[in-house]
DNA sequence: GGTAGCGCCGAATTTTGTTCGGCGGGGGTT
DNA sequence: AACCCCCGCCGAACAAAATTCGGCGCTACC
């Protein structure tokens, strides 16, 4: 999938702001609007912009802590490996899984109200899955996410 | 900060496509477009919803393979944790940074083209570092993300 | 039972998205 | 070296969407 300079600067505004008019991208990557919208709409065709999400702030949704859990399943055969990745992803305190190679077999995101509800969400949820042989918690203090497309490097 | 039902709707529909049309998403939630409109700058001003990303296949820009790389800083100072925390959020290599608890200071995310490119990352990159004390690589596999405000669940 | 305030509505206006015919430039062919 | 083809960009016209704002109704508190 080759991208030209034009598809990458879209990229970089898209993730800034996905929402920006047609005509400030074009303005802001300097095409006519006609051409920004075709752009996009081959970037779409071709995956590599899969959508538009919102960013909303955990912490006004009442999901203010957060914690990443290592968990190691034993046996690690494909079928508790699917099961398991299955149903954590569906519980509602998961943000994102990570499915890893290394010592364990997942890393699991998660956002609670508060401490309590990560403890219960580890001694309760998490413990109710036999395949499920190991579990180490490191609470998250931040979380920063960086452009998948780098910004331009100044030139000089 | 209290949602009631209808911004809860409205953050779903915004975290399945940040881009539906404002009419599309006031028939979606049930009301007039006017209210939705009004409904989403408050959901802004208040800073719930914190803005809209861009979601960027990383596979079809040459950046297919994942790690998260667990990184301990020694000593842990304010200092040392916070000097990491901005010169690896700056590589392009990163994708999210979470600083955590726990025996490892960082969970680095990463995205690189290659296995090679995952290797050059920890053993030219972070070596670089003087506090980086100890690092660990896992490859990642797979990574599913989950809504942050649930969907409905079906009544009965 | 009255009233104040809040939030939803819908029509009018402004802004934006989208389509499409044409034009120009780069690369390939003779 | 000249020609031609094709691709992609452009811009104007049209369609659709966002945005504004006055008014109305509901609720909750007198």
New interface residues.
Partial sequence: ?D?DELDRAI?RE??K???RTNRDLAAAVGVAPSTSLERVRSLRE?????????????E????GVQA?IAVRIRPPSRRNIEAF?EWV??L?E???????????DF?V?V?VPDTDGLYAFVIDRLTERPEVADV???????????P???PVRPQR
Same sequence: chains 1, 2.
């Fill in positions: 999938m991208l990229l898209l993730q702001d996905a929402r071709r995956g590599v912009l899969r959508g538009y999400r919102a960013d909303i702030d955990l006004s949704i009442g999901r990443m990745r992803a569906r509602p998961t943000v994102s899984v990570f499915v890893t190679s290394g010592t364990r890393l995101h956002a180490e918690t490191s609470v998250v203090y931040e979380h920063m996410r960086t998948a497309v780098e």
